[in-house]
């Protein structure tokens, strides 16, 4: 008995626990738009700057990344300064992955812009907003996108 798992079993585990580091080193090296992909939550807050004011804003929306540079929006709920909006449905958009894992994604037209960090495997990302749609606003906002569905 002994002898049997020396020869099979042992070898077999050890192979097994191998995979993970050789699929981790294979597959995580780089980016490139194939890897967002699926639907993502995205929870930000923050404040646009009009006139010289902070205004607080937040927003919760799932995000479809379709790998091929387009998303679409299929819900989003925005706070600006206590105005609640919901977006209709279906918004549209377009984003670019690097291989060094940075890219951006513009929402609408017109919509905001953001520059995106995206962590290896794509599961999570880190958004930062650089453009408002709002004339005049500066966009101080954050958040965190996390993938919930392929």
């Given amino acids: ?3 049997l798992i020396r ?4 070898p077999m585990a050890m192979t097994l626990a191998a995979v993970p580091a050789a699929w981790s ?3 995580h090296t780089g980016c490139s738009n194939f890897t967002l992909r699926g639907l993502y939550a995205f929870n930000a807050s923050g404040f646009n700057i009009l006139a010289g004011v902070g205004q607080p804003k937040a927003i919760v929306e799932l995000i479809r990344f379709n790998e091929d ?3 679409t929006v299929p819900a989003a709920t925005r706070s600006a300064n206590g105005a609640i909006v919901r977006s209709p449905a279906n918004g549209v958009g377009n984003y670019t ?3 060094d894992c940075t890219g951006s ?3 609408g037209p017109p919509g905001p812009t953001f520059d995106l960090f995206v962590m290896p495997g794509g599961w999570k990302i880190r958004m930062i907003q650089i453009t ?7 966009p101080v906002l954050q ?3 996390e993938r919930i569905a392929p």
């Fill in 1 to 3: 008995m002994k002898t």
């Fill in 7 to 10: 020869r099979t079993i042992l």
């Fill in 25 to 27: 080193q294979e597959h």
């Fill in 69 to 71: 540079g387009t998303v």
């Fill in 97 to 99: 992955l690097a291989a």
């Fill in 105 to 107: 994604l513009m929402l």
């Fill in 132 to 138: 408002d749609p709002t004339p005049g606003a500066q």
């Fill in 143 to 145: 958040g965190i996108a």
